[in-house]
């Protein structure tokens, strides 16, 4: 494709999203519903994975409808599931033109001290925090290259990956796995008509399975100490998503971190 650019005519994308298929996995979650209605918001056709909560991805379904007027479909299923995976990349693709874009914030907390932690805890953990996004991404690019059309790819780490904090191997290894592993696939599927792949990492926010410990007065002390300005909110993700998910956007095989700045600041004395 020839090169577009033209002096001072510059061209910002006005809802480039509208009619793009998005399949958002663990959608319905706490930081995932707040990206389902920004991109739902902006025209997108937004497919939500969950894996057992209905309710909760009804009652998205229709906050997004009342809020937004717009619609959103649903799909159920573990994806550590080869059977959910299909469906869940079927239902994206049976919809417009296909799947364009794949968000993926399933994971799991996998709170278990390293001292404690077995054999099975660390698979489990590697199962859900890495095994299923990977083989998902990988199924979800292989629908764009089969078009050769442009796709793209967000995973959800954490700043857990980015930085060293103690006793957080069972979750953290796995999502640093994932970092190294979106790098590879960002590497692979790259050029004309690539599928481009970043990670985002987040701090800590209000919402989701954070939610609990900042309620429970856990993070107080980065408040107190100045650390961070505030807690992070899922719209402080929503729109970094949003940016990433971008068509003809230039960025691939990043990690933001989006944490406010802690892991810059937090073993500051
Ligand atoms: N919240 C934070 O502050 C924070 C900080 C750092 C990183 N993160 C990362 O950000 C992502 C989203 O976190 P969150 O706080 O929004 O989590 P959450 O509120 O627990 O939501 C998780 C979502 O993923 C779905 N899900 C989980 N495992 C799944 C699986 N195996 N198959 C299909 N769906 C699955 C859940 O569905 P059901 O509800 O039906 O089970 C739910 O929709 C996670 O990867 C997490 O590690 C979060």
Known sequence: MSDL???LAFNFNER??????????????GLGSATVALLARDGATVVVGYRHDK??????????????KASIHLVEGDI???QVRTRYIETAESLGDGLYALVCFTGDPARVKFDDVTDADLQTSMQKNYIAPVLLAREAARC??????????VLFSTMQAVAVFESSINYAAPKTALIQAAKIMAKQWGGASGVRVNVIAPGVNRAGMALQSIEAGKYD???????????????DIARVVRLLV???NYITGQVITVDGGLTLRRDKN
């Open 55 to 68: 309710e909760k991805a009804e009652a998205l379904k229709q906050a997004v409808a009342a809020r937004f």
């Open 5 to 7: 650019y033209q002096p």
């Open 16 to 29: 480039s999203l509208a009619g793009r298929v998005v399949l958002i996995a663990g959608g319905s979650g």
């Open 246 to 248: 971008e068509p003809d």
């Open 221 to 235: 002390s980065f408040i107190e100490q100045n650390l961070i300005p505030r807690f992070g909110r899922p719209e």
């Open 144 to 153: 764009c290259q089969a078009r050769q059309q442009e796709g793209a790819i």
């Open 80 to 82: 550590s599931d080869p």
